[in-house]
């Protein structure tokens, strides 16, 4: 914004990532027995016009538009992620990790002070995420309804159990399990999407208790209501709500 550079999304957050996996072909059958598969990266493209107003920000004519390129350029040439930002009109934001892997300007006028470029990004993570949601004071009598705001399926959840005897943590609304076992009147920090477990996030001393059922992930928060319940010691819960 502070270079005077309007933006235009083509291709944008809100359409579908491709699919990785495939089906099977089976012999003397027509078609292929379907399979179940999972949103691949995808890349987002935008399109920045920077007009003759910019020339105020960055001195006047060429050598403020070739100013204005030149950042452009070293902003988008590193090999590297960063996060990419989507405002919304509400004046929420949801974050990516993207990587700028094309960048396209081209001169629209003669005098070359009118400028459009296209940048793409590619997202190894095809998800956009929105403010963290906490749950806590989750026990053995009182389980807990934990609300996935997104619009997918998200496994970036973080568990914190104290004072659990070989706890089990069910999700009613998918059946996904999580027991550590053998566990005596003790807690643990679970990372779910990172398949950690020790005393606490950095820490994975406490793998090998781990064992879960349903998902890959050891937990998935469907989109909406999860019902959430431990046998024993209490829960507390951060969840980064995920969002195409």
């Known amino acids: 914004q502070t270079l005077g550079v309007r933006v235009r999304m083509m291709t944008g ?14 012999a003397y059958n027509p078609g ?15 399109e920045l016009l920077i007009p003759q107003v910019a020339q105020r920000w960055s001195g006047s004519g060429w050598p403020g538009i070739q100013s204005i390129l030149d950042t452009l350029a070293q902003l988008f040439g590193g090999y ?14 949801r974050t990516a990790l993207a990587q700028a892997n094309a960048w396209s300007p081209a001169s629209v006028d003669e005098g070359g002070y009118l400028y459009v470029g296209v940048v793409t ?5 095809p ?59 003790s807690g643990a920090d679970v990372d779910c999407a990172n398949f950690t477990c020790g005393t606490s996030f950095t820490d994975n001393s406490l793998i090998g208790l781990v064992a879960h059922t349903g998902d890959f992930p050891f937990m998935v928060f469907e989109p909406g209501a999860n019902s959430i ?16």
């Open 80 to 93: 590297r992620q960063g996060a990419l930002i989507e405002y919304l009109p509400d004046g929420t934001n």
């Open 121 to 125: 990004f590619m997202l190894a993570d």
């Open 229 to 244: 319940s431990i046998t024993s010691g209490t829960l507390a819960i951060s969840f980064k709500p995920p969002y195409l």
């Open 32 to 46: 292929q027995v379907f399979l179940p598969k999972v949103h691949d990266e995808r890349l987002i493209t935008l």
């Open 127 to 185: 998800y956009f995420y929105g403010t963290t949601v906490t749950l806590a004071g989750i026990h053995s009598s009182t389980p807990g309804i934990l609300t996935n705001p997104g619009t997918v399926r998200g496994s970036k959840i973080q568990l914190t159990i104290t004072g659990a005897t070989n706890p089990v943590i069910t999700n009613a609304a998918n059946g996904d399990t999580l027991t550590i076992s053998p566990l005596s009147a």
């Open 13 to 26: 957050a809100f359409s579908l990532p491709p699919l990785r996996g495939g089906d099977i072909a089976t």
